[in-house]
C-alpha cells in the first residue's frame, strides 16, 4: 500500500530528524500538557504498532509525532498516547487519515 509506505517513510524521517538534533521531541503533550506518562491502559489501539495498547507501554514516557500530512514528515503534532489515541478516535472515519 503506497499509504503505508508513505507512513514509515514519515515516520522514518521523524525518527531520524529526533536523532540528528533537527527536531526537538517535547516531553509534554501539545493538547493536554501530560508529560507521556500514561498511569492506565488505554482502550485504544497503538497506531504505531497496530496492536493494543499493552500494560508494559503504561511505563513507558512517550510523545508520538502524528502526522496530519505524511507529505510534510517533518510537520507534525506531539501528542501523548491518550491523545494520539483520542485523534484517531476523531480522525477514524476519514479516508485521508495519516499518522
Ligand atoms: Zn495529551
Ligand atoms: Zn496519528
Given at each position: 500500500m503506497a499509504s503505508e509506505r508513505l507512513k514509515?517513510?514519515?515516520m522514518s524521517r521523524v525518527s531520524w530528524a529526533v536523532?540528528?538534533?533537527k527536531l526537538v521531541r517535547p516531553t509534554v503533550c501539545e493538547i493536554c500538557g501530560q508529560d507521556g506518562w500514561l498511569p492506565k491502559?488505554?482502550?485504544c489501539t497503538d497506531?504505531?504498532?497496530?496492536?493494543p495498547s499493552p500494560d508494559v507501554y503504561s511505563k513507558d514516557p512517550f510523545i508520538i509525532?502524528?502526522?496530519s500530512d505524511y507529505y510534510k514528515p517533518l510537520d507534525v503534532m506531539w501528542l501523548?498516547?491518550?491523545c494520539h489515541c483520542?485523534?484517531?478516535d476523531v480522525l477514524k472515519a476519514a479516508a485521508e487519515h495519516v499518522f
Open positions: 514509515k517513510k514519515a536523532a540528528s538534533g491502559r488505554t482502550n497506531p504505531w504498532t497496530g496492536e509525532a502524528h502526522h501523548c498516547r491518550k483520542k485523534m484517531h
